[in-house]
């Protein structure tokens, strides 16, 4: 079970350039989520996912896009990068319904824009 | 003001020492109460889950919840170089299935 897996773990991006960060969840979770993570700012959600087909947009989804086709992948799409955008990144998952709907989270993309 | 209010430290104490991780809160639907632990370079981790009011033990933690006060609190006994980390608290209403809310973190050195 290797749980949530993130890819690439580290990027660097020139502004303007586009790139998809990819998610993939091996727990048969429903619940998908991007958060990204600012030093001293805590978690700050972008998209989430409730199921295949299925997303919305959480509190900073400017300049993001997302998709979910199956159950497992959650890929985030970013359009002409800016500054603002460096970041950590982090997918995660739950299983809605189970006693503590605890989210699981990825190891995390690094991402700056230069 | 933020809905949950979290101090960033860092927070250093000597291993062997109890410590105390607080959060406050304005939102009184708030009934879900998460601590998560964050190592350097790692996603963050479920800790402690605790509903409504009250304690929650587990081995050297204990998770307290006070919703008159609207005030959270981890207590972390015999404190270990291994507990280095950031904790994240977390919250939610009754009626959100999905968005926690998150403070920012408190950075925790343990000193061996």
């Known amino acids: 079970n290797a749980g949530v897996t993130q890819t690439p773990k580290f990027r660097i991006l020139k502004i303007g350039q586009s790139m998809t960060l990819q998610c993939t969840q091996d727990?048969?979770?429903?619940?998908m989520y991007w958060y990204r993570q600012d030093p001293g700012m805590g978690l700050k959600l972008i998209y989430y996912s409730v199921g295949a087909g299925i997303t919305d947009k959480g509190e900073v989804p400017n300049g993001y896009n997302v998709s979910r086709s199956t159950t497992e992948d959650f890929p985030l799409r970013l359009e002409l990068a800016a500054p603002s955008q460096t970041s950590v990144y982090f997918c995660?998952?739950?299983?809605?319904?189970?006693?503590?709907?605890?989210?699981?989270f990825g190891p995390g993309t690094r991402l700056t824009v230069l | 003001q933020k809905e949950v209010e979290q101090d960033p430290g860092p927070l250093s104490v000597p291993e062997g020492a109890i410590v105390s991780l607080n959060c406050t809160y304005s939102?009184?639907?708030?009934?879900?109460f998460m601590w998560y632990r964050q190592y350097s370079r790692k996603g963050p981790e479920l800790l402690m889950y605790t509903y409504s009011s009250g304690n929650k033990e587990d081995g050297r933690f204990t998770a307290q919840v006070d919703k008159s006060s609207k005030y959270i609190s981890l207590f972390i006994r015999d404190s270990q170089p291994s507990d280095s980390a950031t904790y994240l608290c977390a919250m939610k209403g009754p009626d959100s299935n999905y968005q926690l809310i998150w403070g920012a973190g408190t950075k925790l050195i343990i000193k061996p």
């Open positions: 727990m048969n979770h429903n619940y």
């Open positions: 995660a998952s739950s299983q809605q319904g189970a006693s503590t709907d605890t989210q699981y």
């Open positions: 939102n009184s639907a708030f009934q879900y």
